[in-house]
Structures are given as C-alpha cells and as structure tokens.
C-alpha cells in the first residue's frame, strides 16, 4: 500500500514539473502570466516567484507591471526570503510612490527586519533597523490602522535589546569585573529610563561598586565605600516603594560600617 501510494505521489509530482516546465517554455507571455497568478493564488510561491522574474523585464511600464512587482516581493516573503524581500518592498515604494500598495509596502519592508531579528545573545542590528523603520513609518502615516501593530512591535524589540544589555552587563558582574559591570548597569539604567527592572539595575550598581570597593586598595576603600553610599541615597529617592529597599539598606549599613572601621584602623595607626 505505502508503495502504491508513492507511485502515486511521484507521477503527481512529475505532471506538475512536467506542465510548469511547459508553462516557463512558452512565449505567450500574457498565459505565463496568467499561471503566475494562479501559482501565487495557491500559494506555490516558488513556481509563481519563476515566472514572475522571467516577466519582470518585459512587463515594465506596462499597466500589469505594479501588481507583477507586488505579487513577486510576497513571494519572496512568503518563502522566508526576508533580504530579498526588504529589497523587493523598498523598490516598490520608488517605482509606484503613489501607489495605494505604497504605504503597505513600506510597512512590510520594516517588517521584513523584524522577521529577521534573532535571538538575544546575537547581533541585534536588525532588531534597531525595525524600530528605526517602524518609527519612520508611523511619522509618515500617522493615521495609518497599522501603526498599532507597529508601535506593538517596536516596544517587543526595545525589550529585546534592553535584555541583550542586561545581559552584557551581567556577564561583567559574574566575571566580577565590578567597575565595567556598576558602568554597563548605570548605562542600562540612562538607555531605559521607564523600565520596569530600573530598581534592580540600581541594586546591581550599588552591588558592583561594593564589591568593588571591597577588593579596593586600603588606601581607595574609604572613598569607594561612599561612592556606595551616595548610590542607596539616590536609591531610596528615586525608588521609596520597592520591594528591595532592605537589600539597599544593608549594603548601606555595611558600606557605613566599613568606613568608620577604617577611619578607626587610621586613627590607630596614626597614635
């Protein structure tokens, strides 16, 4: 039975190569043309995709050419084709800048580098060109109905680059590289001011520069120590109601605790 129903298969598929390799041979473009859209219809992208650059020379400046360039761009996205058809999106919108399909256009272009934007740990180049083009494009069409769905996506792809910063600031923390860390948090902190973990990225600050200060030389201890402390001031006035605050208040106890046993050893030394 399994075989019988490979036999099958295999001459379905052979009809099927069998009749687009007569459709790509023949010169009635108008009928090419015509398959093209019936291939991009059932969505055999691949075989529509073919026939449409065979007639993409031909057909420009003819009336047929702005749905023959929409169409091939879609077959580019709709076979993850992103490059392809981030080019495709953008030469449409400076072929046919008056097109009603314009705007669309301009919105999938910016889609395309969102499709492409990768996974934390990677590059993020493409996740800034989405919001750089969605921004862009809600500016241009500030009535558009797609401006929700790109506002949407623009704030998925802040979250996206906030973590990879967090991440790298992370890292220099559990490297216990306290100054690059107490600097990469502070920096987190000024790119996303209106963040939901502002008070952790604070906390992490105040941890750095205490570890920092720990591992110090005696002699740069004391004024370490107080660099945390100004810290869990800035702390509790920017953040009264967090949850962390017992966390702050005991960094800054031990950070005052260790000044004063400093200043003792000085004055010890010093009789």
């Not at 019936?38 to 057909?59: H, M």
């Not at 400076?94 to 097109?99: A, L, R, Y």
């Amino acid at each position: 039975m399994r075989v019988f129903s490979l036999i099958i298969l295999v001459a379905f598929l052979a009809t099927g190569c069998s009749k687009f390799a007569k459709v790509q041979k023949s010169t009635d473009y108008d009928y090419k043309l015509r398959m093209a859209d019936q291939y991009f219809a059932k969505k055999k992208y691949n075989q529509a995709q073919q026939l449409y650059e065979e007639l993409f020379p031909l057909l420009k400046g003819n009336d047929k050419f702005e749905n023959v360039y929409y169409n091939f761009a879609y077959c580019a996205y709709n076979q993850r084709d992103y490059m392809n058809a981030e080019n495709l999106f953008k030469g449409f919108t400076e072929v046919f800048p008056t097109s009603k399909r314009a705007e669309e256009m301009e919105y999938m272009r910016a889609y395309t580098y969102y499709k492409q934007s990768p996974k934390v740990e990677l590059d993020q180049t493409n996740t800034s060109r989405t919001i750089g083009l969605m921004q862009a494009f809600i500016n241009t069409h500030p009535g558009s109905e797609r401006n929700k769905e790109a506002t949407e996506i623009m704030d998925k792809c802040r979250v996206k680059l906030e973590m990879k910063e967090q991440k790298s600031a992370d890292l220099y923390f559990n490297l216990r590289q306290y100054k690059a860390a107490a600097i990469a948090y502070e920096n987190l902190m000024n790119n996303y001011p209106d963040s939901q973990k502002g008070d952790e990225y604070k906390l992490q600050i105040i941890k750095s520069y205490f570890l920092y200060a720990g591992f110090s030389v005696d002699e740069k201890k004391e004024q370490r120590y107080q660099k945390v402390i100004e810290q869990c001031n800035e702390f509790t006035d920017r953040f009264p109601e967090s949850k962390l605050k017992r966390d702050v208040e005991r960094l800054f106890n031990n950070s005052t605790n260790n000044i004063k046993e400093i200043k003792n050893e000085q004055v010890k030394t010093s009789a």
